[in-house]
């Protein structure tokens, strides 16, 4: 769990920036930061799962690997 615990708190992190940014409307800067986010909650679910997150930047691949635990992540990948 102590691994879970820490991609969400970097996901938290990742979406401080993000705000910060969209704040000083760097929007580009936003953007990356919240993928950053999603992939670091993506990651902190298959950890909690017991499945080794893979070392990738792919959100659809991602999501897949999720949905493979749990078909809620359907609503995802639109």
Partial sequence: MDKT???LALAEEDLLWAKASF?????????FAV???AEKALKAYL????INSPKIHDL???N??????????KNLEE
């Fill in 5 to 7: 615990k820490g991609w």
């Fill in 23 to 31: 704040e000083d409307k760097i929007f580009r800067g936003a953007c």
């Fill in 35 to 37: 993928q950053q986010a």
């Fill in 47 to 50: 950890v909690s799962k017991n």
């Fill in 60 to 62: 659809v691949t991602l």
């Fill in 64 to 73: 897949q690997l999720c949905l493979e635990q749990d078909e809620e992540f």
